[in-house]
C-alpha cells in the first residue's frame, strides 16, 4: 500500500474549506465507493473520464513555478483550476490536503490516463439504499413499516463507516430528510416525523429527473445507440451490407464512450448499466442504418421523447438505484398508473422490430459480420430468424410431402363450391 | 400388439392410398373392431374421401381398442410401393404407437420385409355423412367413367351431368369448343361389367370440376364398376365397391353459380 499513483481530480472552485473525501456504500451497488462531501454545498460523485484502452495516454504532472498546473498530454484538458490530490488510502481519504506530503516536485508521469471529476449528486440517491431493506423488497407498500430518520438513517451507517460524519452536520442532515420526504409518506408521531417509501413519488421524482436529464440533451452516443438506431426503421436490402460494417465500428467507438460516463466507482459497473438500458430500448435491432430519417410529424417527435425519457430513467434505474427498488419500480413505470403512458412507444417498437425482423430473415443467414455487432437485442433478432427459418423449412418439408395430384388440386377453381362441412354435420364420434 | 390386420393382397391397401393420396396429404387411419376406417377432405374442403376396410376384408383381423394411426400418405405410398403386388401384407401397430409396423410376405418366396412408418398426430375434424336417397344413381364401368373424365377435360374444367330417363349425358364446353358424351341403360349378359344401369326417381342436372374427377378416378383399379349417385344441392357421391362390403367413396360438391 506504500505507493499509490496519484490521481487527478477536478474539483469544485467554490468547495468549503470542510469538504472531505470519504468512502459510501453505492446506491446501487452497496460497494465502497469515494464521493467529496462538503457540508455546505452538498455531495459529489466523481465521474470517470478515460481514455480507451486502445489509445495509449498518461499524464504528465508537473509544477510550472509556483500555481501547480497539470498539464495532459494526449488528453488536452487544460484545467487551470485543476489541482492534484493524492488520496494514499482510506484511512487519509477525508483529509483532503493538497499533495505537499509528497511532493511531486519533477513531474510524475501516471501511466493511468483517467480524470475524476466531482460532479453533484442528490442526497435522495444516497438516502434511498436505506429504504430497500431487504426484507422491504417485494412486500406491497402497506406491510411497509413508518420508520424515523434516525433509524432508517442508522441503516445506512452501518454500511458506510465515513455516513456519520456527513450526519453530523446538521444541514445536511436536514436536507437529507427532505429529500426523503419528497418520496415517502410521511406520519407525525409525536415531534417526530416517521417516513415510509412511496413508489408512486419515488417515480414521479425519477421522472422529474429524467426530463431534467433530456431538457438538455442525451449524451450523444446514449442519444445514437438508444434512441436514434432503436427508432430507425429498416430500409432497402441493397443498403443493409454497408450499414452493417459501419455500424460494427459505430460501437466500436461507442464502448470508451460508455465507460466515460459512469461514475469513478462503476468499473465493474459499466456492463450492467449498458445491458440494463439496452433491455429498456427493448427490441431494437440496431444494425441498419437509415440514410435520411423522416422525424417530421408531430407523433414522431413525441416518439423520440417517450423513448429519451425510458432511456434517462433506465439509465438512472441502473446506475443509482438499488437492484431491490428497481425491480419494483421497471413494472410500475410499465403498467397503468406510470406518470408516463408508453403504449405509443411500445407500439412503435414492436412495429419496427417486426419489420427488422422480416428484413433480417430476408437476408442470408450467412452474414457473419452481423455477429460482430454488440447489441444483445441481435440475439433476439436471429433466434427469431431461426424460428422463422425453421417454419419455411417445416412449410418446404410438407409442400414435399404432398404429392403432384394435391399441388394440382390446389390450382382448381373451387368458385362456387361449398363446403363439405356445408353438408355434412360435424361429428364428435367417429364414423362407423 | 393392439392391432394386427392381414391383407392377402398388398394390391388393395396400394390401389386405395395410390387414389386417396393426390386428395388428401395426411390422414388419420381410425381402426376398431370392425376394420378400417378413413375419412378426410381434401385442401379446399370440396372434397372428401371416405374409406371403409371392413374386418372382413382382413384374415384375420385383431384390433383390442379404437385406434387412430395418423400417416402421412406420401410416406405410405413410398412404403408400400415395396410390396408386390400378390404379398400378402400385414398391419401392425401397438398400443399408443409411434409408428405402424407393414409387413410384405411374398406368396411365392420367403421374402419377408418389414417396415415401420412414423406416426403424426392429426387434428381432423370428422363429418358425419347421413344415408341419403339420391334422385339420380348410375352404374357404369369405372374405365368408362374415366375416359369420359379424361376426354371432356381436354375441353374444359367442368362438366354438366344430366340424367334424365332417356340416359345421362356428360356435357362441357370450353374455350375450343363443347363436347358431350351420353351413356343410355345397358346390358351386357356376356360381360355384365359393361352394365350401365340408371336408377332414377326425377331428373338431375348438375355441374363438377373435372379436376377432382378425374382425380377420384385414379380408384378405377380398385373396382371394375362405379356408382355415381347424384340429388340436386347435394354433393355428388362416387363410390368404388370392394369386396366384403369394403368401399371407397369420393363426395364433391357441385358448382353452383353464374358460369355454365
Sequence with gaps: ?432 | MLLEARLEQANLLKKVVDAIKDLVQDCNFDCNDSGVALQAMDNSHVALVSMMLKAESFSPFRCDRNIALGINLSSLMKVLRCAQNEDILTLKAEDAPDVVNLVFESSESDRLSEYDIKLMDIDQEHLGIPETEYSATITMPSAEFQRICRDLMALSESVAIEATKEGVKFSCSGDIGNGAVTLRSHTNVDKPELNVEIALSEPVALTFSLKYLVNFCKASGLSSTVKLCLSNEVPLLVEYTLASNSYLRFYLAPKIGDEE
Design chain 1, 1 to 432: 500500500m506504500a505507493t499509490q499513483p496519484p490521481k487527478l481530480l477536478i474539483l469544485p472552485e467554490s468547495r468549503s474549506r470542510q469538504a472531505r473525501i470519504c468512502t459510501l456504500a453505492h446506491p446501487r451497488t452497496s460497494n465502497p465507493s469515494r464521493y467529496l462531501f462538503d457540508p455546505e454545498k452538498g455531495i459529489y460523485e466523481f465521474t470517470k473520464v478515460a481514455a480507451p484502452k486502445s489509445a495509449s495516454r498518461s499524464w504528465l504532472i508537473g509544477r510550472a513555478g509556483l500555481s501547480r498546473q497539470t498539464i495532459g498530454i494526449g488528453n488536452t484538458k487544460e484545467a487551470s483550476s485543476t489541482e492534484t490530490f493524492h488520496v494514499a488510502n482510506e484511512e487519509t481519504a477525508l483529509d483532503i490536503e493538497p499533495a505537499t506530503d509528497r511532493p511531486i516536485s519533477d513531474g510524475y508521469v501516471l501511466k493511468n490516463a483517467e480524470l475524476l471529476i466531482a460532479t453533484p449528486i442528490d442526497y435522495l440517491f444516497l438516502v434511498l439504499p436505506c429504504f430497500a431493506s431487504p426484507s422491504a423488497a417485494g412486500s406491497p407498500s402497506k406491510k411497509r413499516l413508518f420508520l424515523s430518520a434516525d433509524d432508517l438513517l442508522e441503516k445506512l451507517s452501518e454500511k458506510s463507516k465515513h455516513f456519520n460524519h456527513i450526519l453530523s452536520h446538521a444541514n445536511t442532515r436536514q436536507a437529507m430528510e427532505e429529500r426523503m420526504q419528497a418520496v415517502c409518506d410521511t406520519v407525525d408521531a409525536g415531534d417526530e416525523k416517521m417516513y415510509r417509501l412511496s413508489e408512486e413519488k419515488l417515480l414521479s421524482e425519477l421522472v422529474l429527473k429524467a426530463e431534467n436529464m433530456i431538457a438538455r440533451g442525451l449524451p450523444s452516443t446514449i442519444e445514437e445507440k438508444f434512441i436514434r438506431k432503436a427508432l430507425e426503421t429498416p430500409v432497402l436490402v441493397l443498403t443493409r451490407e454497408e450499414s452493417t460494417v459501419s455500424e460494427a465500428n459505430a460501437s466500436q467507438n461507442d464502448t470508451p464512450m460508455s465507460e466515460s460516463i459512469t461514475s469513478e466507482s462503476a468499473d465493474s459497473q459499466i456492463s450492467t448499466t449498458t445491458s440494463d438500458s439496452k433491455a429498456s430500448a427493448t427490441s431494437a435491432a440496431t444494425d441498419m442504418t437509415i440514410p435520411n430519417e423522416p422525424i417530421s410529424t408531430a407523433n414522431t417527435t413525441s416518439l423520440y421523447h417517450l423513448l429519451r425519457l425510458r432511456t434517462a430513467i433506465s439509465y438512472i434505474l441502473s446506475s443509482y438505484i438499488p437492484p431491490s427498488l428497481s425491480t419494483t419500480l421497471e413494472p410500475l413505470l410499465s403498467s397503468a398508473q406510470s406518470p408516463i403512458d408508453f403504449a405509443p412507444l411500445n407500439k412503435h417498437l414492436a412495429d419496427i422490430a417486426k419489420l427488422r425482423a422480416e428484413a433480417l430473415a430476408s437476408r442470408s443467414l450467412g452474414d457473419f459480420s452481423r455477429k460482430r455487432s454488440m447489441y444483445e437485442e441481435d440475439d433476439a433478432v436471429e433466434t427469431r430468424a431461426e424460428k422463422k427459418r425453421k417454419e419455411e423449412e417445416e412449410v418446404k418439408r410438407k409442400k414435399a410431402g404432398e404429392s403432384r395430384g394435391i399441388r394440382d388440386l390446389k390450382k382448381v377453381d373451387t368458385k362456387g363450391m361449398k363446403k363439405m362441412s356445408d353438408f355434412f354435420g360435424k361429428t364428435a364420434a367417429k364414423k362407423k
